[in-house]
Structures are given as C-alpha cells and as structure tokens.
C-alpha cells in the first residue's frame, strides 16, 4: 500500500477551498456531502496546526549567546 505524502499549506488549502465550492453548491448528495465536509475538518485543523508552528518559530529569536528568546516589540 502506498503511503500517503503530507499536502503542503497551500496544497490543503487549496483542497479545502474546492470542498466548500462543492458544497456551497449544493448539489452533493448528503453521504457525498458528510465525506467531503469530514476531509475539510480535517484539512483546516492540518493548515491551522502548520500555521500555529509557523507562527511559534517566527515568535522566537536567537539571541547573541545562542539562546532562543521571544520575539518583542517594543512600542
């Protein structure tokens, strides 16, 4: 059985964005219709996950002594 590749961000949400088109349209069949509902909750938790990763490596910086240090602003 050949494994499953991990959909990159845009991947997902492209995937994602054609499910909700399909279903807006609302001509899927209702078992058609919980199938891809169920494959875009789970595709939206995946983008969200990859954002919420993206978002804590951004938030951190390496300082001078090599530490890893969160990011600030200061206003």
């Known amino acids: 059985m050949a494994e499953k590749k ?3 961000f845009e991947e997902s949400l492209t995937s994602l964005e054609e499910i909700v088109k399909k279903l807006e ?3 899927v069949p209702l078992d058609l219709a919980i199938e891809e509902f169920n494959k875009a ?3 939206a938790k995946s983008c969200d996950d990859k954002l919420k990763s993206a978002e804590e490596a951004i938030a951190k ?4 002594d090599g530490e890893i ?3 600030k602003i200061d206003e």
């Open 69 to 71: 240090t969160p990011f």
């Open 61 to 64: 910086l390496v300082n001078n």
């Open 41 to 43: 909750m789970k595709l």
């Open 6 to 8: 991990e959909l990159s």
């Open 25 to 27: 349209a609302g001509d």
